[in-house]
């Protein structure tokens, strides 16, 4: 692939956790979260993107998101479960979007806010309509998801790189 090709980014951030005396990394879905995991799956797959690669965090509410968002999906992307997602500063976000390969043209990262949020708002150099102001507006709320687009090679993805061209939420 061309490192001019057109690229999509999905960030998704987890369903709605409890809050339970489980650490903060073990934290299951609470019962919303459970119901609205496979609404923001079966938003995804009304995208019509075909993901090439997913990146979910180790934490057990993004592990539970991704398992019951992707049954909706029509195939299911290779799946890399990495650690350092959680707890990732937005430099770090970044710096592991730029590790992505060539070969990837559409990539789905399940993760945490502040990060997703963050990271959308640092990569959206441009965004279509309303949808920037909406972003900034909720805060990206739990099973939100934003989807950007850039063209180049994802060793050169930067602030302001991309545009915004989707942000959905469950309950908008």
Same mark, same amino acid.
């Given at each position: 692939?061309?490192? @001019?090709?057109?690229?999509? #980014?999905?960030?998704?951030?987890?369903?709605?956790?409890?809050?339970?005396?489980?650490?903060?990394? /073990?934290?299951? !879905?609470?019962?919303?979260?459970?119901?609205?995991?496979?609404?923001?799956?079966?938003?995804?797959?009304?995208?019509? #993107?075909?993901?090439? !690669?997913?990146?979910?965090?180790?934490?057990?509410?993004?592990?539970?998101? $991704?398992?019951?968002?992707?049954?909706?999906?029509?195939?299911?992307?290779?799946?890399?479960?990495? %650690?350092?997602?959680?707890?990732?500063?937005?430099? /770090?976000? #970044?710096?592991?979007?730029?590790?992505?390969?060539? %070969?990837?043209?559409?990539?789905?990262? #399940?993760?945490?806010?502040?990060?997703?949020?963050?990271?959308? @708002?640092?990569?959206?150099?441009?965004?279509?309509?309303?949808?920037?102001?909406?972003?900034?507006?909720?805060?990206?709320?739990?099973?939100?998801?934003?989807?950007?687009?850039?063209?180049?090679? $994802?060793?050169?993805?930067?602030?302001?790189?991309?545009?915004?061209?989707?942000? $959905?939420?469950?309950?908008?």
């Amino acid at each position: 692939m061309s490192v @001019d090709t057109p690229r999509r #980014i999905v960030l998704l951030r987890h369903a709605k956790a409890d809050w339970n005396q489980e650490s903060d990394h /073990e934290r299951p !879905l609470a019962e919303r979260g459970r119901a609205d995991a496979p609404v923001a799956g079966r938003r995804l797959a009304e995208t019509g #993107i075909a993901f090439d !690669l997913a990146l979910c965090s180790t934490a057990t509410r993004t592990r539970e998101t $991704w398992k019951l968002a992707v049954q909706a999906l029509p195939a299911r992307p290779k799946t890399v479960y990495e %650690d350092r997602l959680y707890e990732a500063s937005l430099g /770090e976000l #970044i710096a592991l979007l730029n590790e992505t390969s060539e %070969d990837v043209s559409d990539l789905l990262v #399940i993760g945490h806010n502040p990060g997703m949020h963050a990271l959308a @708002d640092a990569l959206a150099g441009q965004s279509e309509g309303d949808v920037l102001p909406r972003l900034n507006r909720s805060g990206f709320p739990t099973s939100a998801f934003a989807v950007l687009t850039f063209n180049g090679s $994802w060793k050169s993805l930067e602030h302001g790189a991309g545009r915004l061209v989707d942000f $959905w939420t469950p309950h908008a």
